[in-house]
């Protein structure tokens, strides 16, 4: 055994018994209570000879991994249909996701907490064919107990930021004996794969995949819902629909106070639903008539109010709905949100100088005109006010957005030869 992971058996019960209160109230907030999180503790409703034993595991994390790994299944099942899988996931959030997702021959389940005798439960109990991570933290335990037990684990869709790449480098030694035991791993960007050498990864068993979040060829195809046109046409008067995507806390009045100022009407997604209260307050003080989406009515004052998304999931349909888009964790936050949606909805794009997660996409973006960068919320009101007088120049460059993700066009399949290789 490694010193490494030595090291983390002695460190992890430390860290849950401090993590346990703040994720048991996060469980909360999210309904995770009651959607079957015994089995994070491998306590399970069904005996395990009802189980789907020999199949293939796909493990996602929060809601963005969980909707990735659907995507992977619903391609992989259009190959083989009658491929089972078990889809398992690490949040309430991503556990709704998928059940409401409701896939024939797929059995959605909570990833076991990584200690080793939960992890030794959950592999006796499924004896899983091969591992999948989407996106997701490689849990030292299950690498280890997979890698005993002769089960492959691959990683897709794999990057690691600039920020993860420094950290990574700092620590390798203790790092490299978990991710050596990775059977192959697809990246998205040929740049992202000398680090995984790096990390203890045969250069063989790397692979340039492009992104399965970007791959326009296998999207769900975007609709415009009717019960989304009736909420906006009641709200907004005759105001163009300013999307802020996946905002993260403080971004909401921010970006609120800016779309106000250019003569839009705010529709505001969060990143978190269980955020609402919060959001609620927060756009209150800034004079706005909050409307939910889960408990809508008609506003009092059209003209003073915005409407704020509270449901898990619709982001991609409500993007088509609106008529510029502004992505959220990007001003206040680090890191971004995925730009993706609203390319491939061809719709005008912004955001601010936070989009470390989403590079080099959103560079290349800003370099043909296919979205613009801004840095405070003056400028973010004058950009809106523009676009909003003159759709036609705001749309100028959202065709050459498109022709930035095509790169990424075919990446589905390209995951899946690789998986099945």
Known sequence: ?????????????????????????KMARR?????????????????????????????????GETMLALKLIRAWRERDPAAEFVLAVGTATGHAVAREAALDLVRVVYQPVDFRCMVHRYLERFSPSQIVLVEGEMWPNLMAESARRKIPVQLVNARISPRSKKRFRRFASFVQPVFSQLAGVAVQEEEDAPIWSELGVDAERVVTTGSLKFDPGAEVSLRLRDEFVTMLDACRGTRPVV??????????????????????????VPRHAERRAD????????????????????????????????????????????????????????????????????????FGPHMENFEPLASRLVAVGGATRVADAEVLSAILREWLESPERAGQGTAEAARILDRHRGATGRILDFLNA
């Not at 994070?40 to 409703?45: K, Q, V, W």
């Not at 806390?249 to 970006?255: D, K, N, Q, R, T």
């Open 243 to 268: 999307l802020a995507a996946s905002t993260h806390a403080g971004e909401e009045e921010w970006i609120g106070r800016a779309v106000r100022e250019s003569g839009g009407f705010f529709l505001c």
């Open 31 to 63: 309904g995770g209570f009651g959607s079957g999180l015994g089995e994070r503790a491998t306590l399970y409703d069904c005996d395990a000879e009802f189980e789907p034993s020999g199949v293939v595991h796909v493990h996602s994390v929060s809601v």
């Open 279 to 350: 959001v609620r307050a927060a756009l209150e003080r800034e004079g706005f008539e909050v409307i939910l989406r889960s408990a809508f009515r008609p506003p009092a004052d059209a003209g003073a109010c915005c409407l704020v998304v509270d449901s898990t999931g619709e982001l991609r349909d409500w993007t088509v709905s609106a008529d510029v888009v502004v992505i959220g964790k990007s001003f206040l936050g680090i890191g971004g949100q995925n730009p993706a949606e609203a390319v491939l909805a061809g719709k005008p794009l912004v």
């Open 1 to 25: 055994m490694s010193l490494s992971l030595a090291l983390y058996r002695v460190v992890l019960p430390l860290y849950v018994g401090l993590a346990l209160p703040g994720w048991l109230w």
